[in-house]
């Protein structure tokens, strides 16, 4: 895949379809990499008309890792007396720095879980590169929504694995938590897809440095009240992660946002509703384009 130097780092990218297209901005969340966008969906999008780009974000996968940064344990993170090593604005930037070296102008922006915070920062500070926002499985940084379970919370803070045979049982553990009830539990898929992740990049140190920048993020919402910019919203009714007040939060605090709540849908991107996924997404990107 191609990398690029953006906002001071190297990135790791891949797109789909025509550079000529309407561009598409992917983000993804907390400690995953670029693959979790699956490369079917990328491609069922790019194939409706968009130039589709998804990339790793600093510190996960093949961008660059901020390991001379330093570090903190799980227990001082979840204390929440930790500064950040960088925020939400600066992993927003690198997303802007992407698009500056790739030559486009703005792009429809998407986020996922904690991408979709980075999506809402990036919103904020580049209304310029923002052609449309869409906030998926996310919240506003207002810690009165958007809250794990208890059991969901646990699976999240689970030690890091130390083999390849830990991450990929983990990451079952994990999925079994927090995927989407509503829909069949896939898990030699999410074996297969859990491996790749180990095989391709495995750095639990940028996690931890990620998972300060939620734990340290700003509340957004009256930020978001000041957003004219299209704004759709998705989220599952059965998200143990992010709860759906979270979605819902969000989109009350984004002016004109539609709001799609997922009947059955968990903290993950089931394969089963691929379709009705695009179909969203394309939709709001025409009507976005269609804005004046």
Known sequence: MPRTRANGLILEYETFGESSQPAVLLIMGLGAQLISWGTDFCQAIADNGFLVIRFDNRDVGLSTWLDDAGSHDLDEIVGGQVAPFYSFHDMAADAAGLLDALGIAAAHIVGASMGGMIAQTFALDHPTKTMSLTSIMSSTGDRAVGQPTAAALDALLAAAPTSR??????????????????FAFDEARIRREVAADYDRAFHPAGVLRQGVALVTQSDRTAALATLRVPTLVIHGDQDPLVDPSGG?????????????????????????????????LVRHFVAASDTP
């Open 165 to 182: 045979d830990e991450a990929i049982e983990g990451g079952v553990a994990f999925a079994r938590v927090v995927s989407s009830p509503g």
């Open 248 to 280: 819902r939060a969000t989109a009350a605090a984004v002016p004109g946002a539609v709001l799609e709540i997922v009947a059955g849908m968990g903290h993950d991107l089931p394969e089963a509703l691929q379709d009705r996924f695009v179909e969203l």
